[in-house]
């Protein structure tokens, strides 16, 4: 499997904005579909947003309706890294992200990161 590891997580103010990283490394890292995951105390971990790549050699993503048009995934295979730009925050985004990569064919995510807290003060 691939290791990951995330950075870029932080206190920000609501409307503020922030990207978190996820580098990998270990496995061929085109072959994974790339998600980004949430845990907020007290709540169960939440699917935040995926990228694939797909037929017709293109980037297909998608996301969480509560982060829809706040937040981009995109990622960079030649670095191996997926990131999560994160606009417009607001305090319910507050949470432990984790990023986490599925190797194609396979059902579950076999790989994540340690996790990074995203802190959003009102």
């Known amino acids: 499997q691939v290791q990951l590891a995330e950075s870029g997580g932080g206190l920000v103010q609501a409307g503020g904005s922030l990207r978190l990283s996820c580098a990998a490394s270990?496995?061929?890292?085109?072959?994974?579909?790339m998600g980004w995951f949430r845990q907020a105390p007290g709540k169960e971990r939440e699917f935040v947003a995926g990228i694939r790549w797909s037929a017709g050699n293109v980037w297909d993503t998608n996301y969480a309706d509560n982060v829809k048009g706040r937040f981009t995934v995109s990622r960079d295979n030649a670095k191996n890294t997926v990131y999560l730009q994160m606009n417009s925050l607001k305090p319910e985004d507050t949470a432990i992200y984790y990023c986490?990569?599925?190797?194609?064919?396979?059902?579950?995510?076999?790989?994540w990161g340690q996790g990074t807290q995203v802190t959003v003060s009102s």
């Open positions: 986490a990569g599925r190797l194609t064919g396979e059902a579950d995510f076999g790989s």
């Open positions: 270990g496995r061929t890292f085109i072959n994974y579909y």
